[in-house]
Structures are given as C-alpha cells and as structure tokens.
C-alpha cells in the first residue's frame, strides 16, 4: 500500500480576466488603496489608466486595459484602480497573490468582486449597509462562504472520477462523470463545505469520500477548493494499492457537462 499523503496549502490558480474595470474610478480621478486625494492627471488615449502609470510599468500596445501581465487573475486596468503593481503578481510581497487579496477588507478576494460584479475597492458596493461579503446570495449562503471553485479527481480498484464545479455571480457550471456521481451529489457536497468554513483536513477528507460512498474502500484522492474569500484547499490522499491500481478498470465512462441557474 502506498504510503498516505496530504498536502493541505494556501494558493491560486491563476486566471486571466478580461474585465474592463468595475468603478466610475478613470484616469482623471484616480483614487486606489492608500491614495485619499483625487489627483488629475494626463490620459491621452482614454483607456481609463494614467499615461504616466503605463510608463512607469512599461506597458504600451491595444490591449494595455484587458492584459494580465503577471497573471494574478487582475486586469492591468483592474490593477491600476487598485494601486497595484501589474508586473508583480504579488505587489505587498506577503506571499499571497494580488488576486486574493481583499483591498477593501470585505472578506472577498479581488478576483471573486470581479466575478460577482462587485467592487474590490469599496466594501458595500450597492451602499446598503452591508459589506460585500456578508451579503446573502440566493440560496442563503454569504457570499464569503461560498465555494468558488472545486476540482476533484478520485479513483477506485474499479472506477474513476473527475469533478469541476464553477460558481460565478449566481450561476454554477458543474462537470462530472455521470456514471459515477450525480449533481445531487455535488451540490450536497458544496451546501456542506459552504455552511461548515471551519472544517479541518481529516473533516474535508471524510466529507467528500462518504458523499461518494467510499468510506470502507481503497481510494486515490486529489482535490483544490477555493472560496469566494480567497481560501484556497489542497488535498492529495493515496491508500489504492499497486495490485488495486494494476487492476483499474481504465474504461472511459464519459463526462457530462451541466449549466445551471
């Protein structure tokens, strides 16, 4: 038997936007995070960035607002309204990417304001009194608890699975062998994650093998969890055999995609 591994860490994948900005913020008032006076500056070709913040980052070419130089999943337009740094994905060197960061300490990244259509500069983007992340989604989680992204591969003596699950702003895309799980499946598994934030490795583990029946099998497991605040969960668990994985059964169940409101 192998020996068992979990590898339980912090990151993102990253993910190129082609958000166009999400404020009123341009050129001519440009206010980012630790910048208080609204300062006029020079923008000649009316992309929304400053001519001297191009300059200074060396950036140039059509494309300059929809780009993601250093790949943090932010927009250079993004990151200019931001007052962030687009050639270093990592601009405050804390060893969390400028993706999930959260500028506006509404317990949101960047990355998912972009997705959701909120501000990642202002925390109470529809001025309600709520903070972005506290607010409630439709089918009564807060958003700051929500799953982003989940990606699950797991594997039998006898069968395979793959699992992606995608939440964008009240909309969810789920792709998944059919013939192995069901979307019930998959979306007890997200309600769970979602109203238990504070679960541990062992926790997560036993969750997502008894969602798919696997508590008394051998079983290969590798699965990446993000949240809408930017946590991100890595798992990867061996207890299949040499014997069990010679004997897998390779053949192709094929895949079922879903697009769900």
Same mark, same amino acid.
């Given at each position: 038997?192998?020996?068992?591994?979990?590898?339980?860490?912090?990151?993102?994948?990253?993910?190129?936007?082609?958000?166009?900005?999400?404020?009123?913020?341009?050129?001519?008032?440009?206010?980012?995070?630790?910048n208080k006076k609204k300062t006029h500056v020079v923008d000649k070709?009316?992309?929304?960035?400053? /001519?001297?913040? *191009?300059?200074?980052? !060396?950036?140039?070419?059509?494309? +300059?607002?929809? =780009?993601?130089? #250093? %790949?943090?999943?932010?927009?250079?337009?993004?990151?200019?309204?931001?007052?962030?740094?687009?050639?270093?994905?990592?601009?405050?060197?804390?060893?969390?990417?400028?993706?999930?960061?959260?500028?506006?300490?509404?317990?949101?990244?960047?990355?998912?304001?972009?997705?959701?259509?909120?501000?990642?500069?202002?925390?109470?983007?529809?001025?309600?009194?709520?903070?972005?992340?506290?607010?409630?989604?439709? /089918?009564?989680? *807060?958003?700051?608890? !929500?799953?982003?992204?989940?990606? +699950?591969?797991? =594997?039998?003596? #006898? %069968?395979?699975?793959?699992?992606?699950?995608?939440?964008?702003?009240?909309?969810?895309?789920?792709?998944?062998?059919?013939?192995?799980?069901t979307k019930e499946m998959i979306t007890s598994l997200v309600s769970?994650?979602?109203?238990?934030?504070?679960?541990?490795?062992?926790?997560?583990?036993?969750?997502?093998?008894?969602?798919?029946?696997?508590?008394?099998?051998?079983?290969?497991?590798?699965?990446?969890?993000?949240?809408?605040?930017?946590?991100?969960? !890595?798992?990867?668990?061996?207890?299949?055999?040499?014997?069990?994985?010679?004997?897998?059964?390779?053949?192709?169940?094929?895949?079922?995609?879903?697009?769900?409101?």
């Open positions: 038997m192998k020996n068992k591994k979990i590898v339980w860490g912090i990151g993102l994948t990253a993910t190129l936007l082609f958000s166009q900005g999400f404020t009123t913020v341009n050129a001519e008032s440009h206010k980012g995070k630790g070709n009316k992309n929304g960035i400053a /001519d001297t913040w *191009e300059k200074k980052y !060396k950036l140039s070419g059509k494309n +300059i607002v929809k =780009e993601d130089k #250093d %790949k943090d999943g932010l927009t250079n337009l993004v990151e200019y309204q931001l007052n962030l740094n687009p050639v270093s994905s990592d601009s405050d060197k804390d060893k969390l990417t400028d993706g999930l960061e959260d500028s506006d300490n509404d317990q949101l990244s960047n990355i998912s304001e972009i997705e959701l259509g909120t501000e990642p500069n202002n925390p109470d983007t529809d001025e309600d009194h709520i903070n972005d992340g506290a607010e409630v989604s439709k /089918d009564g989680v *807060e958003y700051s608890q !929500k799953v982003r992204n989940i990606d +699950i591969k797991l =594997e039998t003596s #006898d %069968k395979k699975m793959n699992l992606k699950y995608k939440y964008k702003k009240n909309h969810t895309i789920i792709k998944a062998n059919y013939k192995t799980t769970e994650l979602e109203t238990k934030p504070d679960l541990s490795e062992d926790e997560m583990i036993a969750i997502i093998t008894a969602k798919f029946g696997l508590e008394d099998h051998s079983y290969n497991l590798e699965a990446e969890i993000e949240f809408l605040d930017g946590k991100e969960i !890595k798992i990867e668990k061996e207890l299949l055999s040499d014997k069990d994985d010679q004997d897998n059964n390779d053949e192709d169940h094929g895949d079922g995609d879903h697009d769900n409101d």
